[in-house]
């Protein structure tokens, strides 16, 4: 634990370091990028350790609070979700020194590196924490520096707007996590981990839903998603890949960490996480077929993520209540696996979405075009990380969403419920890689292909070279996961026995280990086949001088570059398909009189959940403040009066 201490130390020190060298850009940067990249190297040290050789560290150290203590606990479970924190810390941190330059003499940009050092160190508190009060200070103190690092441009009112709505969703979940904690607690004079047991009868249930809530609106499960959208396109772009990449899974994280503490389960309760699977991986994905913004269409990939990893979650625990431990183990695998591959290739499209907006200064799709003439670097990195998210081989999205439709197949002769889950699982499995096959075609041709639509890419130029280190290290990641797959049986297992059983860790050996290997010798040899391609053209072009020209396309030559097809044209009849859900509202000037000099026609694809959800319950809520706004009058005496009440109240409940 001494290494994962010094991390966590050398993040808030170099955060304190950060605000203290605000007034120099350079010393910020380099104080603030240094600390995290030592500060996530040196925390590798224990966590590559423990997943080699299983163990379990714990530290303890002294509390004078009436409950709980400062507990922390390093295990295979905790060390797999610490691998994504501390990669993407430290190339999102090598990626914001190149980014960052374009805010230097506009803004400080001290409280920005602090704040992402803090999130960082919140985040490793928050998973090795074994007891809850230190993860509910790491959690808050995770919701705090994300919140100040979204608002980060918060003189634009779409910014403020994104940060209010964080903010809240953040409170309401931290209110639901308490309550949860409160029924774990039942019984118990402590808050550590290791003392709480399963609550009596339907309080288990009440905990579970607890758990639902309160880390569902932190990962973002539908309809519980809707500050994602907003925040993530918000804030600076290395900071984005850090949110989506990993903050979110804390969802994830304490969610299982909660189920581990509710065995045994009830089926019911596997349902529920399938149907959110199901719900959120196809909406996601389908709001994201919609979006006209990079870093938005991004943001709405991160909830179809999400959904994937919890239909995992979901047929693992109908796995074991059904006692079918292949189909829990595989699910459980696909489910971790998914959090770390998530994390690779999500951070690196959320930073090849920050060069290309640094570059030109925008990131709507139909003013796009064309930049990997000016950006070949960005387009092949956002092409890894494209096909990577659409789960195509030999790619590490394909290894973890294969688990889960393997594990899927393995209940096709159970009994005929959980065959239907097995089968709605696969079915859900396949269109969800079907639309973000076609998403992502959408998102990469219309910012890398064609011509250039507006004059905004005149100027484009070349990620930084950190900002293309910081890519490269995580598309090479992906490729590697892609083609080494065997090389995580054990740390899957692991990982799997430590929060799930030791059973389903060896169910987990003996079901993976003989098809990773025909994955894996399957990539090896389409990069053969492809290096022979490849030698082979070089070769008949031996001696030759290749010509430029268009692309052929039927004989007709298109005499504007805004007569291509535009993100939008190109998946029109998806949307138009799923229009009952996407409400799309399409606004058209129109031409008008003799000699029109131009029209418009744009869609735009609203947050259906906030219209309609959402904002008529904050009216509501507003209204109801206001009719009682007259307990708020400025009298000090009165206020002081409230609070005698309420101590008097809670005494008498006491007794």
């Not at 007891?131 to 919701?143: C, K």
């Not at 839903?209 to 998603?225: D, R």
């Not at 507006?454 to 070279?465: I, R, T, W, Y």
């Not at 022979?532 to 396309?553: C, E, N, Q, Y």
Request: with cysteine.
């Amino acid at each position: 634990m001494l290494f994962s201490v010094v991390s966590v130390v050398v993040l808030l020190f170099s955060a304190l370091l950060a605000l203290i060298f605000n007034r120099s850009a350079l010393k910020t940067s380099a104080v603030g990028a240094s600390g995290a990249v030592i500060a996530s190297l040196t925390g590798l040290i224990p966590v590559v350790k423990t997943l080699i050789v299983p163990a379990r560290e714990t530290l303890s150290l002294p509390c004078s609070l009436p409950v709980g203590s400062f507990s922390f606990v390093l295990d295979p479970l905790a060390a797999f979700f610490l691998v994504p924190v501390f990669i993407l810390t430290a190339a999102a941190a090598l990626y914001g020194v190149d980014y960052l330059k374009q805010f230097d003499g506009k803004k400080p940009l001290g409280l920005a590196w602090a704040m992402f050092n803090v999130l960082s160190a919140s985040m490793v508190v928050v998973i090795l924490s074994a007891d809850a009060v230190p993860f509910l200070i790491g959690w808050e103190a995770m919701a705090a520096a994300s919140f100040a690092l979204v608002i980060f441009e918060h003189e634009k009112s779409q910014v403020r707007k994104a940060g209010i709505i964080y903010l809240v969703a953040g409170g309401a979940g931290a209110l639901f996590l308490l309550a949860m904690f409160a029924l774990f607690g039942i019984g118990s004079d402590s808050l550590a981990f290791s003392s709480f047991t399963r609550p009596a009868g339907g309080l288990a249930s009440v905990a579970f839903l607890c758990a639902i809530m309160g880390f569902g609106l932190k990962a973002g499960f539908v309809p519980l998603h809707i500050w994602l959208p907003e925040a993530h396109p918000a804030a600076p772009s290395h900071v984005s890949a850090v949110m989506s990449g990993v903050m979110i899974k804390m969802g994830i994280y304490g969610l299982m960490r909660a189920l581990h503490f509710l065995t045994p389960w009830q089926p019911w309760w596997g349902w529920l996480l399938i149907t959110i699977g199901v719900v959120s991986g196809l909406l996601g994905v389908i709001f994201a077929l919609a979006q006209h913004d990079l870093k938005r269409l991004l943001a709405y990939s991160s909830i179809e993520n999400i959904g994937i990893i919890t239909l995992g979650l979901g047929i693992g625990v109908l796995g074991v209540v059904k006692a079918i431990y292949p189909l829990a183990a595989l699910g459980f695998a696909g489910a971790l696996l998914h959090v770390v591959n998530h994390a690779l290739f999500k951070g690196l499209l959320f930073m090849g979405a920050g060069a290309v907006l640094h570059a030109a200064g925008t990131a709507e799709l139909e003013a796009l075009g064309g930049l990997s003439k000016k950006m070949p670097r960005t387009a092949v990195y956002f092409l890894v990380g494209a096909a990577a998210i659409a789960g195509l081989p030999p790619l590490n999205g394909f290894v973890s969403e294969f688990f889960i439709c393997f594990g899927a197949f393995t209940a096709l002769r159970a009994p005929i419920q959980t065959a239907t889950g097995a089968v709605l699982t696969i079915a859900v499995m396949a269109a969800i890689g079907t639309l973000a096959s076609a998403c992502f075609a959408k998102a990469f041709g219309a910012v890398f292909l064609g011509k250039s639509r507006s004059l905004k890419c005149a100027a484009v130029h070349e990620a930084g070279p950190w900002m293309g280190f910081a890519m490269g290290v995580l598309a090479a990641a992906c490729v590697f996961i892609g083609f080494a797959s065997p090389l995580l049986v054990a740390p899957l297992s692991a990982a799997i026995a430590c929060g799930f059983g030791p059973r389903l860790g060896l169910e987990f050996s003996a079901a993976a280990g003989i098809p990773l290997l025909y994955i894996s010798a399957g990539a090896l040899t389409l990069a053969a086949v492809l290096a022979l391609i490849t030698v082979f053209r070089k070769f008949l072009l031996r001696g030759r001088k290749p010509a430029a020209g268009p692309t052929w396309d039927c004989g007709y030559a298109a005499p504007s570059a805004r007569m291509q097809y535009g993100a939008s044209s190109f998946v029109q009849p998806l949307t138009d398909f799923f229009q009952p859900m996407l409400r799309t509202q399409r606004h058209y000037s129109g031409l008008k009189g003799f000699f029109p000099a131009g029209a418009d026609f744009h869609t735009e694809a609203n947050s259906v959940f906030y219209n309609h959800l959402y904002a008529p319950a904050a009216n509501l809520i507003k209204r109801l403040a206001f009719r009682y706004s007259w307990l708020q009058h400025g009298r000090l005496q009165l206020y002081i009066l409230y609070i005698v009440v309420a101590l008097i109240a809670l005494l008498v409940c006491k007794l």
